[in-house]
């Protein structure tokens, strides 16, 4: 059930850039900038203090890990895990590394996925935008429907994929505190970059403010 919901979650973010229109984009900000907040607020109210339930040093070393990977990744992706494709492929072939990038990341994300957190929730929130901005790029951009749907369908197996070998395979249990921490990484870099980048030159918006104060109160009380 819950594989099937993050692959639908990619599937209704087709959905709706199949119907969005251009400037109905503008609203998806205030989405976006709720999801990181979300985000951001699920991995250090319920993540972080479960990796640190036995301090050490280490774990922090591998949530440095995890930020440094999602900076190496967003070479490569440009930044569309957190809601911005700049792909400027006159040819239309396959964007193998956007593809890879964003699988990685897609892939990671499913591993800490479990019945003692929320972040089931939290990623389904956070994929929807993203799966939304990245198929109105893909539309707009004039690419073939079949490449678009080719990209997408096996983008949006990746994270049920990491989620299902975290639940069956044993040897991923015993470093479930590490690969937590790597993903915890990785979420605090994409949460803080969508907040920061919601804020485009520090100017106040009260939507995306209250979308976003919104998210750290849901999140605390869920
Ligand atoms: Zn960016
Ligand atoms: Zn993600």
Redesign the pocket.
Known sequence: MNYLLLFLAVAVGYFVAVFLKQKELRNMEVFLAFSGAFLLSITVFELIPHVFETPSKSIGVYIMLGILLQIFLEFFSKGA?HGHVHLHSEAKHFPWILFVSLSI??FM?GFPISEENNLLLA?II??IP?AIILSFFFITAGYKKSTTLFFLFFFALMTPLGSFIANNYNFVHQYETQITAVVIGIFLH?STTILFESSKNHKFNLSKMTAVILAVVIAYFI
């Open positions: 895990e990341h897609a994300e990623i956070h994929k993203v994409v």
